[in-house]
């Protein structure tokens, strides 16, 4: 069976809809950055005990800076056209052994299905925090 690569990902914006994933894909790195930073500085002037304040301070502050940057997984997924692949071929080595026309059909199947359900969860949290170096956030 040919595999659809909307099929795919409809079915991974599916599990992360449901499971309400949003994340900070490009800030983060620059609220790391700061906080790295304030440490730094915070050891340079006032030895280990600056560390120590410098390392609260930056990551407070990095972390104030990436609030609300925060978007819907489904959405940064289906914004990414040309790495789109890389998910498909994921997400198929999972699924090979689903059989589906359609993706109602291919959802239905892995919704019905907890560990298969988990796998792929895995492997989006897993390109979303490597490949896109974003934070990841659950909303309940």
Not at 36 to 57: D, H, K, N, R, S
Not at 93 to 108: K, N, P
Not at 135 to 140: P, S, T, V
């Amino acid at each position: 069976m040919p595999i659809l690569v909307d099929d795919i990902m409809k079915l991974l914006c599916s599990i992360s809809q449901e499971r309400k994933m949003k994340a900070a894909v490009k800030h983060s790195g620059r609220g790391a950055l700061v906080a790295g930073t304030v440490a730094f500085v915070g050891g340079l002037v006032g030895g280990p005990p600056g560390i120590a304040v410098g390392g609260t301070v930056g990551g407070l502050l990095g972390a104030w800076m990436t609030s609300g940057q925060f978007k819907p997984v489904p959405q940064i997924l289906m914004e990414l056209p040309a790495e789109q692949q890389k998910l498909v071929n994921e997400a198929t080595a999972i699924i090979r052994s689903l059989d589906w026309t359609d993706a109602v059909q291919l959802t239905a199947l892995v919704m019905s299905n907890q560990a298969m359900q988990q796998k792929l969860l895995a492997m989006l949290t897993t390109y979303v925090t490597k490949e896109l170096q974003a934070e990841i956030r659950y909303d309940d």
